[in-house]
């Protein structure tokens, strides 16, 4: 079993930065590739980002592209989520999750954290 606990969230203005961190307890975190995911009120949850196990590979959403950047630390089991530039369009629940590989399903989540961006 993995226990994910993402922090850093919070309310900013438009044009802003936040850095999400991703701190994973339980199995080898270097075992896992690693997502973050994003749900708007009243929308579904989307991926925004994914990195695989080493940190040689990433993968962004067109909506974030040049904007975000994922990296993890497997020294640490914590991975991160800088945002720079937040449009209000960011504001969401985010969540990070682990899995066996890049694309598929994820095994292991995280409760989120909040995003609010102000206009």
């Known amino acids: 079993q993995v226990e994910l606990v993402e922090s850093g969230g919070g309310l900013v203005q438009a044009g802003g930065s936040l850095r999400l961190s991703c701190a994973a307890s339980g199995r080898t975190f270097s075992n896992y590739e690693l997502g973050w995911f994003r749900q708007a009120p009243g929308k579904e949850r989307e991926s925004v980002a994914r990195?695989?196990?080493?940190?040689?590979?990433?993968y962004y959403a067109d909506s974030v592209k040049g904007r975000f950047t994922i990296s993890r630390d497997n020294a640490k089991s914590t991975a991160y989520l800088q945002m720079n530039s937040l449009k209000p369009e960011d504001t969401g629940v985010y969540y990070c999750?682990?899995?066996?590989?890049?694309?598929?399903?994820?095994?292991?989540w995280g409760k989120g954290t909040l995003v609010t961006v102000s206009s």
């Open positions: 990195i695989n196990w080493s940190g040689s590979i990433t």
């Open positions: 999750a682990l899995g066996r590989t890049m694309f598929g399903s994820m095994d292991y």
